[in-house]
Every structure is written in structure tokens, then in C-alpha cells.
């Protein structure tokens, strides 16, 4: 009996390099490939494979994504994750059943992977929705931490992480940027700033506010049941929460309706 794979990766290099590790062991066959999430989670659903090999990082989703929806499946596969980054980022994954293989993919490495897979084919046991919710947000942390910015002031360069940024409001037209190393003012507009940063926690209650949720100090109730915030450091300032996205930010920090 062979295992059917499915393949997911948005580099074509490295899908080919796994179904040629794949082509030396006979009980496993690709049926699939896979070069973004919503294409993958379409195809896991009509080909129901038996294991799926994801990398971490495609261009629309991130592989842990993928794998939620993998899950939800009357057949759930035995997933691989494929990823590039470093040693230290890898102990996100440490913490999970499920295997991993690390880029530039190790021949002996995989072979290692596989013979772990075939004792692992047998075993009804597989990663709980809960076990990749808790992965996935392990994995946004340590990106949340990973991710630099460089912003100018007064002539200097200053590199900032992720988690240092408070929160961002719009200023004539340009954005200036609140953090814990102070204010600086940029040219990036805020509809690109949160796309680029909405991925790492940051959320954008009103068209002049992009804030990072793990800096709310405060959720005030206003008039008429509106909300507004307060954030760590700037408490005198209150950011508020568009009527129309009241409901889903609630959602986001749990309030109950």
C-alpha cells in the first residue's frame, strides 16, 4: 500500500527537491502539489491524502493556517512542516508531535523525517485543533519578536522591533509611529502599515489608528456604548473604535456581547 503526499510550497525548487527525496521510498506517492494555501486546502480536500508536506511561509497564508483547516477534515493527514528559519525560531515547534524539516533540505535529515512518518502511518493519533492554534501563536510570537523596522529622526537610524511599537495615527499625510523608544514620523501611509503588520498582532480600530494589542492598558465605554482605548505609556490618550469594527474588536480581545 502506498501513503498518498501532497506537496505544499510556493517555491517550486523545493517541491521538486522533496518529491525526489519522496521517489526513493516506494510506500509514499505525490498526488499533489501545491503552491498557495487556498489552491492546498482545495486540493487536501479532494485527494485526501494521507500526509502533507507544508511549508511554513507562503505568500497568502502561513503553513500552521493551512494545517487548521487540515484538521477540521474527516481524514486527517500526518502533517510535515518545511521551513527556513534558524535553530532558535524552530523552538516554537519543539513543543508539538508533528515533525519538521529545516531548508536547505538534509538528505539524511529527511530520511530521518520518513522513518519516523512510517512508524507514526499506523497511529490514529493526530494534532489536536487546539495543538496548531497553540503552535500557531507560538509561531507569531516568535516572528512578533524576530521582525526589525528601521525609522529616522533626527538624522539617526534607530532599528526597533515589532513588539516595541505602541501604536501608529495618521498626522496630516504622514504616520507617525508611537514606541517605547520614542515618536518618529514616516511616509509609509497606514493602509500599508497594516498590511505589514496586522499578520504580528497589530489591529486598526479606525481609519487614523493602527494599534499593538498586546499594548492596550485600558477599554473605556463611551457614549452610546462606543469604545475607546487607552495604551501602556500613553493613557491620556484615547484611540477610538470605529462603530463599524466594534463587534470584531470585541471579538479579538474577548468581550462578551
Given at each position: ?8 510550497d ?12 519522496l ?18 486546502i482545495e ?5 485526501r491524502?494521507?500526509?502533507?508536506f ?27 512542516f ?5 535553530d ?13 524539516l529545516?531548508?536547505?533540505?538534509d ?21 489536536t ?24 529622526k ?10 516595541d511599537?505602541?501604536?501608529?495615527e495618521t ?10 523608544r ?21 489591529y486598526r ?21 462606543s469604545l ?30
Amino acid at each position: 500500500m502506498a501513503y498518498k503526499v501532497v506537496v505544499i510550497d510556493d517555491e517550486m525548487p523545493a517541491r521538486r527537491i522533496i518529491t525526489h527525496f519522496l521517489s526513493n521510498y516506494l510506500d509514499f506517492v505525490v498526488v499533489a502539489e501545491a503552491s498557495n494555501g487556498e489552491d492546498a486546502i482545495e486540493i487536501c480536500r479532494e485527494k485526501r491524502p494521507d500526509v502533507v508536506f507544508i511549508d511554513i511561509h507562503l505568500q497568502d497564508m502561513t503553513g500552521i493556517e493551512i494545517a487548521s483547516e487540515l484538521i477540521k477534515m474527516k481524514k486527517i493527514p500526518k502533517i510535515i512542516f518545511v521551513t527556513a528559519y534558524s535553530d532558535y525560531a524552530l523552538k516554537a515547534f519543539e513543543f508539538s508531535a508533528i515533525d519538521y524539516l529545516l531548508k536547505p533540505i538534509d538528505e539524511n535529515r529527511f530520511e530521518k523525517c520518513i522513518k519516523k512518518l512510517q512508524k507514526e502511518m499506523g497511529k490514529s493519533e493526530s494534532p489536536t485543533l487546539e495543538t496548531v492554534e497553540a503552535l500557531l501563536k507560538k509561531h507569531l510570537q516568535v516572528e512578533h519578536c524576530r521582525q526589525k523596522i528601521t525609522l529616522e529622526k533626527d538624522g539617526k537610524l534607530y532599528v526597533l522591533s515589532l513588539k516595541d511599537l505602541i501604536y501608529i495615527e495618521t498626522e496630516e499625510r504622514s504616520t507617525k509611529v508611537i514606541s517605547k523608544r520614542g515618536e518618529f514620523i514616516t511616509n509609509f501611509s497606514m493602509t500599508e502599515w497594516e498590511e505589514r503588520l496586522t499578520q504580528y498582532g497589530f489591529y486598526r480600530p479606525h481609519r487614523s489608528f493602527l494599534i499593538n494589542l498586546e499594548e492596550i492598558d485600558e477599554i473605556v465605554v463611551w457614549f452610546n456604548n462606543s469604545l475607546q482605548v487607552r495604551m501602556r505609556g500613553y493613557e491620556k490618550n484615547n484611540i477610538p473604535i470605529s462603530r463599524n469594527k466594534v463587534k470584531e474588536f470585541k471579538e479579538l480581545v474577548g468581550i462578551e456581547n
